[in-house]
């Protein structure tokens, strides 16, 4: 166990900053899915669905194995972080999309009612009500992303996975043991998650938030 609990740092790490990445970008996609723009309807909507139907094992290898090719070189830490981002907020995205759709539509009208401009009223009349709606789709995204940072392992991130294989390499004999270990340090980082997630999903309920 002593040995899995270094890759769990980066693991962590990818996670937060995963799911950060793919909040940004949840909003993006989704409210660039709703422009009155046609061209910005069109591009946010293709990006999304590109990433939404791509295998994110492949955008990890197009991003490290590819772009060297184009004369760009990454870090295998920030591979990791892109594919995860771009994966995970391609599918926030139609979380966001889905969310501001649900609110009613006199909602709208009331704030073109008190004069308020278009951003206005996303501001502090949709995005507040949606969200709400948002809220556990997100952390169900959350969970996926933290499972997802498993397949970082193949373009050697030295993340938990990785870990373990080494391990296991070196030590076929406790194989059990190894995998059985990452399983629990899994879903000791991911519980807490669930219950985080819990928590604001209910303040928010209350309007404590």
Known sequence: ??????????TIQLTILG??????LSFMGGLGRLSRFAVVRGL???????????SLLVQLFWLFYVLPFMGI??????????????????????VVRSAVLSVPKGQ??????????AFQRMR?????????????SFGNLLIELLKGTALVSLV???????????????????????????LLIYFAIAYPLTMLMRWVERRYSLGRL
């Open 19 to 24: 799911a950060m990445l793919a909040f940004v």
């Open 44 to 54: 946010a909507g293709f990006i999304v669905e590109f990433f939404r139907g791509t």
């Open 73 to 94: 070189r990454l870090e295998s830490g920030m591979v990791g972080l892109l594919a995860l981002g771009l994966n995970y907020g391609a599918y926030g995205s139609e």
């Open 108 to 117: 709208h009208e009331a704030g073109i009612a008190l004069n308020m401009t």
């Open 124 to 136: 502090y009349i949709i995005i507040p009500q949606a969200f709400r709606t948002m809220i556990p």
């Open 156 to 182: 050697t991130i030295p993340e938990m996975t990785f870990e373990a294989l080494v391990m296991r390499t070196s030590d076929a004999a406790h194989t059990l043991e190894i995998f059985t270990w990452l």
């Open 1 to 10: 166990m002593k040995n899995l609990l270094p890759g769990a740092v980066p």
